[in-house]
């Protein structure tokens, strides 16, 4: 019986000792997942700052040549008319209007919460503070979104919104730009 008491603590203390290994060997990205989060970070960066500046307009077709995969897709956002998901994507930025700039009516920065790589899939969770229809409080509003990355390149996304649910491509309602990097 002392034996099986011994062996009962050894196994806990194995199994223990390997579950820490395990859950310090998941948390650390390999440097292909660490690259590939710092590309979604740098393409959400490049986003922000050209809407913060208002020259979305001008910057967005060099931001979406450096970001984007010539066959890139968009699984989510209703992206309108001929082309390819790049083009629309360019057309959709370039048609938004321009931002507020008054501190009263100045957009809250988005925030980034979270990232997270497995792979090629970085998923990444943003927010940003929108006045709550209801009762005129700023709440914070999150978006989920996960990408595809290859070689340096975003070659899909999706992404999903509070109170708004998954559509197929194609689908005509909702907002034109839902879930887009920066601040729709």
């Not at 062996?7 to 292909?32: C, E």
């Not at 890139?72 to 629309?88: A, C, F, M, N, V």
């Not at 497995?118 to 990444?124: A, N, P, Y």
């Not at 990355?149 to 919104?161: A, Q, R, Y």
Request: aromatic share 6%; no cysteine; glycine share 8%.
């Amino acid at each position: 019986m002392r034996n099986a008491s011994k062996i009962l603590r050894l196994s806990g203390f194995v199994l223990t000792a390997g579950l820490a290994a395990a859950s310090t060997a998941m948390a650390a990205n390999t440097p292909t997942e660490a690259a590939n989060k710092k590309t979604v970070l740098d393409f959400y960066a490049a986003l922000n700052e050209a809407d913060a500046t208002n020259t979305m307009k001008e910057r967005i077709p060099d931001i979406v040549e450096k970001y984007l995969s010539p066959d890139y897709k968009q699984h989510t956002l209703l992206l309108p008319g001929p082309g390819t998901d790049r083009e629309k994507t360019v057309r959709m930025f370039q048609s938004r209007p321009p931002r507020p700039t008054g501190a009263a009516t100045a957009i809250p920065p988005q925030r980034t919460d979270a990232i997270m790589a497995e792979g090629d899939r970085v998923m990444l969770l943003t927010s940003r503070d929108q006045r709550d229809p209801a009762t005129g409080e700023l709440k914070p509003f999150y978006t989920f979104n996960m990408f595809v990355v290859k070689d340096g390149k975003l070659v899909e996304h999706w992404d999903l919104s509070p109170g708004r649910a998954p559509r197929p491509r194609g689908d005509a309602g909702g907002p034109a730009a839902p879930g887009a990097p920066p601040g729709s």
